[in-house]
């Protein structure tokens, strides 16, 4: 302090002033640098950070169906594969169901042929991304999507049921719908047939193989056991 005060003796009262003011300014406008700069960080770290959390909520559901005991990716069903399943559908008519229905193909195809069409879907993007596909064809009417686990929704209100699956899955859902399905249902398999059923029709090659299937040749005589109402 002595040594500072020593140093001011003789100097001019405007200049000790000017000095004063820099002492202030200089301080300040390091202070406002620095703000800019911790102010760019910040913003930096949040478009680093929400881009990383909107590829992780985007990427997240297309690689679960992967990590799963039976590994059900999203795979679209190609166009002759679509038409080859219209061709199954023909003189049929009433309710339909695609089991994993990704981007919607298959359940507004069957809308617009007159069928009331139902998607089951895990992924809620392309449940979300088919009901806009469905609006934007005019078929919303009669395309709806849900999300939901195939192996947790019962299929015995549909009567004709298409699945573009794995073979992995197929001796399993094979006995859940063999369980669930009416008489005079119909089963439509894409890509990969059932292990046990022996199809009634055949039609496409290779990768746009389908299969259909009718549950009163499959059971014969054997009809359904149906439910017992408790009245
Ligand atoms: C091979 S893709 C078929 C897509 C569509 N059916 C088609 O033919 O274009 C199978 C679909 O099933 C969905 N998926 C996988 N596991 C599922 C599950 N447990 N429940 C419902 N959908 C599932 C996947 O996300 C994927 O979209």
């Known amino acids: 302090m002595c040594f500072l005060l020593a140093l001011n003796v003789g100097t001019p009262p405007e200049m000790l002033e000017e000095e004063s003011q820099l002492k202030h300014v200089l301080p300040t406008s ?12 910040f913003l930096f770290t949040g478009i680093i950070g929400g881009t990383v959390v909107a590829v ?3 990427a997240t559901p297309f690689i679960t169906p992967a990590l799963r ?27 339909l169901v695609d ?30 991304y088919s009901r806009y596909r469905a ?22 209100q ?16 094979e ?7 009416e008489d005079d249902a119909r089963v439509i398999a894409c890509r990969f ?21 009718d549950m009163s040749t499959f059971r014969g005589n054997q009809k359904r056991p149906r439910k017992l109402m408790h009245l």
Request: glycine residues 8%; contains cysteine; hydrophobic residues 45%.
């Open 99 to 128: 089991i994993g229905s990704g981007d919607g193909r298959i359940v507004i195809a069957a809308a617009k042929e007159g069928f009331t069409a139902v998607g089951y879907e895990l992924n809620p993007w392309l449940v979300w």
């Open 175 to 181: 006995k859940k719908l063999e369980l669930e399905l």
């Open 193 to 213: 047939p059932f292990p046990h059923w022996i199809p009634d029709h055949v039609t496409g090659e290779g990768i746009d193989t389908v299969w259909a299937y």
């Open 69 to 95: 005991k039976i590994c059900l990716p999203f795979v679209p069903a190609t166009t002759r594969q679509v038409e080859n399943v219209v061709q199954m559908l023909r003189c049929r008519r009433g309710s």
């Open 135 to 156: 609006w934007r064809e005019g078929v919303h009417g009669s395309a709806k999507f849900y999300i939901s686990d195939l192996w947790k929704v019962t299929f015995s």
């Open 30 to 41: 390091l202070e406002a640098n620095s703000l800019k700069k911790s102010n760019w960080g």
């Open 158 to 173: 549909y009567s004709n049921v298409v699945i573009f699956g794995v073979p992995q899955m197929m001796p399993q859902l």
């Open 56 to 58: 992780y909520a985007l």
